[in-house]
C-alpha cells in the first residue's frame, strides 16, 4: 500500500491538473487507491514504484491502471522482449525447440503452447494473434515473480555411420533399379 501512496504522491506532483480533477474529493482518492491496490497488489513494491516512473516519463496524461500494469510487466521483467520480437523468434527458431537459445524462456512457452506445428503452417494474421494471448500470459506470470523452469533439452545423437562395402552396395543399387524398372 506504501508503493501506491507513493505513486499517487508522484502522481500528484507531475500531473496535478488532471490528478485535482480525476480525484476532486478525499473518497474518490480513497477508493481510487483501494481500486490501484487491488489491481497492484501481486507486484513488489520496487516494481511499482519503477513502472510509475516509466509512466511518468512516457505519459502526457495520467496513467490508468492498465497501462501501469504494462509498465509493470517491463518494469518486472526487462529481458522479455516485446511479443511480435518473440513471435518472430519462435518461429525462426530450429528444432530441437528445447535446444534452442531463446532470448527469454517464455518465448518457448507460449510457441510450445500455440503448437510449433500451427506457428510454422499459419500465416502470420492467424498465428500472431494467438500467440501473443499466451505470450502474454507468461510475461503476466513472469512479472509477478513466477520463474519459468528452463526447458529440458534433448541430446541428439548421431547414429555411427558406417560405409557399404562394394559388393552390398552394388546388390542395394541393383535391387533399386529392379525396383523402379529402370
Not at 3 to 20: P, S
Not at 62 to 77: F, M, R
Not at 159 to 167: E, G, T
Request: hydrophobic residues 35%.
Amino acid at each position: 500500500m506504501d508503493a501506491v501512496d507513493r505513486l499517487f504522491a508522484e502522481f500528484e506532483l507531475v500531473f496535478h491538473n488532471q490528478y485535482n480533477k480525476a480525484y476532486p474529493t478525499p473518497e474518490k482518492l480513497h477508493y481510487a487507491k483501494k481500486l490501484w491496490f487491488d489491481y497492484l497488489r501481486d507486484y513488489s513494491p520496487e516494481v511499482i514504484t519503477s513502472a510509475a516512473r516509466q509512466a511518468i516519463q512516457h505519459s502526457e496524461f495520467l496513467p490508468s491502471i492498465a497501462s501501469l500494469i504494462k509498465y509493470c510487466g517491463s518494469a518486472a521483467a526487462p529481458d522479455l522482449p516485446d511479443s511480435y520480437s518473440a513471435y518472430r523468434e519462435a518461429c525462426m527458431a530450429p528444432s530441437p525447440k528445447s535446444n534452442y537459445p531463446w532470448s527469454h524462456v517464455a518465448v518457448f512457452y507460449a510457441g510450445q503452447a500455440c503448437g510449433w506445428h500451427f506457428l510454422a503452417n499459419r500465416p502470420e494474421n492467424q498465428a500472431l494473434p494467438v500467440f501473443t494471448r499466451h505470450y502474454q500470459a507468461l510475461s503476466d506470470r513472469v512479472a509477478r515473480g513466477e520463474q519459468l523452469a528452463e526447458p529440458t533439452t534433448v541430446k541428439l545423437e548421431k547414429p555411427a555411420a558406417k560405409p557399404l562395402d562394394s559388393s552390398e552396395n552394388h546388390r542395394r543399387m541393383q535391387q533399386l533399379r529392379k525396383d523402379t524398372g529402370l
